[in-house]
């Protein structure tokens, strides 16, 4: 029902201000705990208190229950199968009537659920009529991550909600918005490490795409005899060699001999869900896209063109080798590709 151990109780804000030290209980040096009373090697101490505190700016609050003070993320990129976790500071105002729970989201750019994790606050550690309205607390929220969670980048999204109904207790934020859920911010789940044999048996390209990215490799899926009708899926394998503010569209076309449209596929990488504006210096960023062959391509030599561009200005990126050399804005891969006629 209690702290541990001293040091428990005067690094965590959630235990309260007072402490009953029992007889024969090691206590560490602390000059800024006051001893309020003592008898014989018992004693009460108590925390000291930041007059500042009081006056902190709320980001909003949760119902009538919490003052939402401030929070952190200690990182923002997570591999899948770690724990995410975020330390807040709250000011219980109201102590609810029924129990209440937190939930702790991360939701993907189709508003699905990727991670959930329901906790009691304060980490349960002593019931709600407990709770010390007006005083500041500290509360860790851990969301344990899937080992299967697809990489990508997610909102973390926090809530308050009734245990018994389910219903949520609005967040009304500083500005006096009012919503389901707090938004925490985004986090990335990054994309696992791709094996060095698998990469090596790639079709080498290392083109240059502006100054942030290399296209290391590709490779081409496709049936056999390929006809109209028929999808090529194409693989890409990116290296960022640098961060980038800039979220960049990745196009890939297939053109006939003449060097006509035929097919085109464009999106940010991974389906939109890996932008690269979350690539790190050194990561790879294994990508795919899927061009189907109109049913009235005619038969004949066909290449694939890849490349990048601002999505706002349409603005190809500049493609250069590795000694620098121009090569204008695409990529052509280095793959024959012959479309036979359809037979039925």
Known sequence: LGPRTFEEWRADSSWGDYLFIASGQYVPPDASVQTLYRAGASAVVAKPRAA????????????????????????????????????????????????????????DREHNAGAEARLAP??????MQRWSPGKILTDT???PLSPELRPGLYDL?????????????????????QDDVFQLGQVKIIQPEIPDHY????????????????????????QSPLVPGAEIRVELFWRAEQRVATDYTIFAQLLDARGNLIAQRDSAP??????????????????AYALTIPRDAAP????????????????RLPITDQTGRALGDHIVLPFELQIRPYSQ
């Open 52 to 107: 500042s505190e009081k006056n902190r700016a709320a980001l909003g609050m949760f119902g009538d229950t919490f003052r939402f003070l401030n929070y952190q993320i200690p990182l923002s990129a997570f591999h899948p199968g770690e724990t995410l976790s975020v330390v807040a500071q709250i000011e219980p105002r109201r102590v609810p009537p029924r129990s209440v729970v937190w939930r702790l989201q991360l939701r």
């Open 122 to 127: 304060f980490e349960n550690k002593f019931p």
């Open 141 to 143: 929220l851990v969301l």
């Open 157 to 177: 999204q926090l809530g308050l909600y009734r245990v018994q109904t389910g219903d949520a207790l609005p967040f009304v934020s500083a500005d006096e918005k």
């Open 199 to 222: 990469l090596g048996a790639l079709e080498p390209i290392d083109a240059r795409v502006g100054d942030f990215a290399t296209l290391r490799g590709a490779r081409v899926q496709k």
């Open 270 to 287: 991974r389906a939109g869900t890996y932008p690269t504006l979350i690539w790190d210096a050194g990561e790879t960023i294994a990508d």
């Open 300 to 315: 004949g030599a066909y290449q694939i063109i890849v490349g990048m561009y601002h999505w706002q200005t349409l603005q």
